[in-house]
């Protein structure tokens, strides 16, 4: 038997290689359906079993076979469709000899192969030429396809779904769909006319395609599918980026990835003898991992309905799968929406860890993520370049808060920034001159020393309500942020922050003593300043971003 693992490797390189957000739908749309209808049915027609399958999911797939010679078969007929499908996506493909090897050790040397495979890279011709036209949407490939071949192309092309379209009744209708794409959607216009391109590549030409089979919900695969089974016909896709801006044209876009999932699988291991009870388990986690993911949004977006949070812009949503979450919100609901998904997946994830009973505590998967809220205008893939690098940071946070600690259950964490016009600021350069003056990354939960992001979001909603003035918040950060430049004013400035305090009004005035601390003021002493509103800029800079009406 050979032990063979195929993952879809640069994702993120294949959807947000263009700010074309109908690329980016058709792009993400495409990485699914390979996965969710291509795979599995190149794995059935090979006759490889449903036993021997441990997972389909996420973009990936392990699975069994009988020997290298069906491996390698499987193998070129998942590279020809990945080809065919979505040209210039990346596969790292790997397989072993598994005989007699216990299931736990052969796919912990197949996570080496697979490894060995990513490190090799993916070789790319360079084609800076200038007498080589390159494609008006990614401005990185080719031009292949122009208005005079676009008829045939996109013939030739929805040829490739024709083996895969679902059985029975609806196979017919599912194809004269395909048949009827530019009649319905006049693709052509979308892209040669309302874009106002001259050529395109092929990669872009299957993602333009691939976007309009979403409002046909084809074949139901996707996060799309899901959510409209909850949400019918409110969902209403959109353009444009800038039809989710809102507050001072600003959208938000959140990135949340899990964390722990090797950890929890090193430790599921030690709690298995029987390997066919292990590959079951294996099957089970990627469907609950991925089911709980997309669970745990659509839960959260029907409350933000219901409290008329949302109106009908729900969101974009780029990647919902696997234990990842990479989607776009208005400016003034995404960091509710990221926390909200955080807390509900952490404690879906918390209750199906508490099922095993593992050997070793503190091994439960949780979710970290970086939200970024930028002009609607930024490039999308600097949204989601900034929106990773506060992902890692809130996932290093994580990591620090539970080095060398012994807990029974860990906690995610979440890091945002506010980008004004420069989508590409260094976010660690910027926070040096403003390190004593946030406290980022919140955890989700409460914590020892850390603060949650539920009190932060709280204190601003209240101070908003209050109608607290933003001006005297402005003032609070100068005289705070002065003193780290001249320590000799921290007791004067201290005077002034009390003096400003004694003319609020009752209610404003316990806001603030209750953020500050009164014991912090009655006793107050030359280092006062320094030790209270440590998070005064994480308020200044989400204060028009969280609460109060859209």
């Given at each position: 038997?050979?032990?063979?693992?195929?993952e879809?490797?640069?994702?993120?390189?294949?959807?947000?290689?263009?700010?074309?957000?109908?690329?980016?739908?058709?792009?993400?749309?495409?990485?699914?359906?390979?996965?969710?209808?291509?795979?599995?049915?190149?794995?059935?027609?090979?006759d490889?079993?449903?036993?021997?399958?441990?997972?389909?999911?996420?973009g990936?797939?392990?699975?069994?076979?009988?020997?290298?010679?069906?491996?390698?078969?499987?193998?070129?007929?998942?590279?020809?469709?990945?080809?065919?499908?979505?040209?210039?996506?990346?596969?790292?493909?790997?397989?072993?000899?598994?005989?007699?090897?216990?299931?736990?050790?052969?796919?912990?040397?197949?996570?080496?192969?697979?490894?060995?495979?990513?490190?090799?890279?993916?070789?790319?011709?360079?084609?800076?030429?200038?007498?080589?036209?390159?494609?008006?949407?990614?401005?990185?490939?080719?031009?292949?396809i122009?208005?005079?071949?676009?008829?045939?192309?996109?013939?030739?092309?929805?040829?490739?779904?024709?083996?895969y379209?679902?059985?029975?009744?609806?196979?017919?209708?599912?194809?004269?769909?395909?048949?009827?794409?530019?009649?319905?959607?006049?693709?052509?216009?979308?892209?040669?006319?309302?874009?106002?391109?001259?050529?395109?590549?092929?990669?872009?030409?299957?993602?333009?395609?691939?976007?309009?089979?979403?409002?046909?919900?084809?074949?139901?695969i996707?996060?799309?599918?899901?959510?409209?089974?909850?949400?019918?016909?409110?969902?209403?896709?959109?353009?444009?980026?800038?039809?989710?801006?809102?507050?001072?044209?600003?959208?938000?876009?959140?990135?949340?990835?899990?964390?722990?999932?090797?950890?929890?699988?090193?430790?599921?291991?030690?709690?298995?003898?029987?390997?066919?009870?292990?590959?079951?388990?294996?099957?089970?986690?990627?469907?609950?991992?991925?089911e709980h993911?997309?669970?745990?949004?659509?839960e959260?977006?029907?409350?933000?309905?219901?409290?008329?949070?949302?109106?009908?812009?729900?969101?974009?949503?780029?990647?919902v799968g696997?234990?990842?979450?990479?989607?776009?919100f208005?400016?003034?609901?995404?960091?509710?929406?990221?926390?909200?998904?955080?807390?509900?997946?952490?404690?879906?994830?918390?209750?199906?860890?508490?099922?095993?009973?593992?050997?070793?505590?503190?091994?439960?998967?949780?979710?970290?993520?970086?939200?970024?809220?930028?002009?609607?205008?930024?490039?999308?893939?600097?949204?989601?370049?900034?929106?990773?690098?506060?992902?890692?940071?809130?996932?290093?946070?994580?990591?620090?808060?539970?080095?060398?600690?012994?807990?029974?259950?860990?906690?995610?964490?979440?890091?945002?920034?506010?980008?004004?016009s420069?989508?590409?600021?260094?976010?660690?350069?910027?926070?040096?001159?403003?390190?004593?003056?946030?406290q980022?990354?919140?955890?989700?939960?409460d914590?020892?020393?850390?603060?949650?992001?539920?009190?932060?979001?709280?204190?601003?909603?209240?101070?908003?309500?209050?109608?607290?003035?933003?001006?005297?918040?402005?003032?609070?950060?100068?005289?705070?942020?002065?003193?780290?430049?001249?320590?000799?004013?921290?007791?004067e400035?201290?005077?002034?922050?009390?003096?400003?305090?004694?003319?609020?009004?009752?209610?404003?005035?316990?806001?603030?003593?209750?953020?500050?601390?009164?014991?912090?003021?009655?006793?107050?002493?030359?280092?006062?300043l320094?030790?209270?509103?440590?998070n005064?800029?994480?308020?200044?800079?989400?204060?028009?971003?969280?609460?109060?009406?859209?």
């Amino acid at each position: 038997m050979y032990l063979v693992s195929v993952e879809t490797v640069k994702i993120k390189d294949f959807i947000f290689n263009t700010n074309k957000l109908k690329a980016i739908r058709g792009a993400s749309f495409l990485l699914d359906y390979l996965n969710q209808v291509v795979v599995k049915d190149i794995l059935n027609k090979n006759d490889i079993k449903d036993e021997d399958i441990l997972y389909i999911a996420a973009g990936n797939a392990k699975f069994y076979c009988k020997d290298n010679e069906v491996a390698i078969k499987i193998e070129a007929e998942i590279r020809e469709a990945y080809t065919n499908f979505a040209p210039d996506s990346k596969l790292a493909i790997s397989s072993i000899d598994a005989k007699d090897k216990e299931i736990w050790n052969a796919m912990d040397e197949l996570a080496k192969e697979t490894n060995i495979v990513k490190n090799k890279g993916f070789s790319k011709i360079n084609l800076d030429l200038p007498f080589i036209e390159k494609c008006g949407i990614c401005c990185d490939n080719p031009v292949q396809i122009k208005k005079e071949n676009f008829d045939d192309s996109l013939k030739n092309y929805v040829k490739n779904f024709e083996p895969y379209l679902e059985r029975k009744n609806s196979k017919e209708d599912t194809n004269e769909k395909l048949k009827t794409l530019e009649d319905r959607y006049k693709i052509k216009y979308q892209i040669f006319d309302k874009d106002g391109v001259s050529g395109i590549c092929p990669s872009c030409f299957a993602k333009y395609v691939a976007a309009n089979l979403i409002k046909e919900d084809f074949q139901r695969i996707g996060f799309y599918s899901d959510f409209k089974k909850e949400f019918k016909d409110e969902f209403k896709p959109v353009d444009s980026l800038e039809e989710y801006k809102l507050k001072k044209s600003f959208i938000g876009f959140m990135y949340s990835d899990g964390d722990s999932v090797g950890e929890f699988l090193k430790n599921a291991k030690d709690n298995f003898t029987d390997e066919n009870k292990y590959k079951e388990f294996i099957k089970k986690f990627s469907q609950t991992l991925d089911e709980h993911t997309k669970g745990s949004l659509i839960e959260v977006l029907k409350e933000l309905r219901e409290e008329n949070k949302l109106d009908e812009h729900f969101g974009e949503f780029l990647i919902v799968g696997g234990d990842d979450v990479c989607a776009v919100f208005p400016g003034h609901i995404v960091m509710e929406v990221s926390t909200r998904f955080q807390e509900r997946f952490n404690s879906k994830m918390k209750d199906y860890y508490k099922t095993w009973n593992f050997k070793k505590n503190g091994s439960n998967i949780t979710s970290s993520g970086g939200v970024i809220i930028a002009k609607a205008k930024t490039p999308m893939y600097y949204l989601f370049d900034q929106s990773l690098t506060l992902q890692k940071n809130a996932k290093k946070k994580r990591y620090e808060t539970y080095e060398n600690k012994s807990v029974d259950f860990k906690n995610g964490f979440i890091d945002f920034q506010v980008i004004g016009s420069e989508g590409t600021v260094n976010i660690g350069d910027f926070r040096k001159g403003v390190k004593n003056l946030i406290q980022r990354p919140y955890s989700i939960e409460d914590i020892d020393s850390y603060k949650n992001i539920d009190n932060l979001l709280q204190l601003i909603e209240n101070l908003k309500t209050s109608n607290f003035p933003k001006n005297k918040l402005r003032m609070y950060y100068t005289l705070k942020a002065e003193i780290e430049k001249n320590p000799n004013k921290s007791i004067e400035n201290l005077f002034e922050l009390i003096n400003t305090i004694v003319k609020l009004d009752s209610e404003q005035k316990e806001l603030i003593l209750s953020w500050i601390g009164k014991e912090n003021l009655s006793n107050s002493h030359e280092d006062t300043l320094k030790e209270i509103l440590n998070n005064i800029f994480d308020v200044i800079e989400l204060y028009d971003f969280v609460g109060g009406s859209k």
